[in-house]
T-cell receptor, first 115, second 112 residues
Framework: ETGVTQSPTHLIKTRGQQVTLRCSSQ?????VSWYQQALGQGPQFIFQ???????GRGNFPPRFSGLQFPNYSSELNVNALELDDSALYLC??????????????FGPGTRLTVT | GENVEQHPSTLSVQEGDSAVIKCTYS??????FPWYKQELGKRPQLIID?????GEKKDQRIAVTLNKTAKHFSLHITETQPEDSAVYFC???????????FGTGTRLTIIP
């Protein structure tokens, strides 16, 4: 198992609400990437945080936002939830130097259900 | 942007036989190719990876090969065991893009 943790494990929200998901990176890692995995599909990149700044973003709307804290943990915030936001949200931590990160280790994920 | 195609989508193999999963990528700038194994309800687990300056890498029963010219890479599992049953994802990455682009996954079933 990796040292990456996520909370909560499961979450049920209503359409239009807001949600915050949390991720603690593996010891020694300084970069956190967030992915959305819909049922039966591969993970889709949302964004990455390095040195507390967004360092790359996938094809997700601005209502998906994030933060990284000085201890390298991270939050994913989703506003105005839609039914299609129902998915497994994974964070992955890695060690980057000069903005380049290779091996990414995933947390157990947060299963979000929007009703 | 990068696009990764993965085949087959499902694969059934007799225990002890070999399994091969193939992926192609579109962006010649990609320089890192990991493989993840995901069991039902669990996190994707990095099982092996390869960088673009290497053609092949082995780790016990698992090997990955990379053909940069053809832009494809493959996962080979030999002497398969029941615990190899899972969904396997390939991915591609390049410095400056900062994101892993995943394939659509292969559900591997090992038949005892």
């Amino acid at each position: 198992e990796t040292g990456v943790t996520q909370s909560p494990t499961h979450l049920i929200k209503t359409r239009g609400q807001q949600v915050t998901l949390r991720c603690s990176s593996q010891s020694g890692h300084n970069t956190v990437s967030w992915y959305q995995q819909a049922l039966g599909q591969g993970p889709q990149f949302i964004f990455q945080y390095y040195r507390e700044e967004e360092n790359g973003r996938g094809n997700f709307p601005p209502r998906f936002s994030g933060l990284q804290f000085p201890n390298y943990s991270s939050e994913l915030n989703v506003n105005a939830l839609e039914l299609d936001d129902s998915a497994l949200y994974l964070c992955a931590s890695s060690l980057a130097g000069g903005g380049s990160s290779y091996e990414q280790y995933f947390g157990p994920g947060t299963r979000l259900t929007v009703t | 942007g990068e696009n990764v195609e993965q085949h087959p989508s499902t694969l059934s193999v007799q225990e002890g036989d070999s399994a091969v999963i193939k992926c192609t990528y579109s962006d010649s700038a990609s320089n890192y190719f990991p493989w993840y194994k995901q069991e039902l309800g669990k996190r994707p687990q990095l099982i092996i990876d390869i960088r673009s300056n290497v053609g092949e890498k082995k780790d016990q029963r698992i090997a990955v090969t990379l053909n940069k010219t053809a832009k494809h890479f493959s996962l080979h599992i030999t002497e398969t065991q029941p615990e190899d049953s899972a969904v396997y994802f390939c991915a591609a990455f390049y410095f400056g893009n900062e994101k892993l682009t995943f394939g659509t996954g292969t559900r591997l079933t090992i038949i005892p």
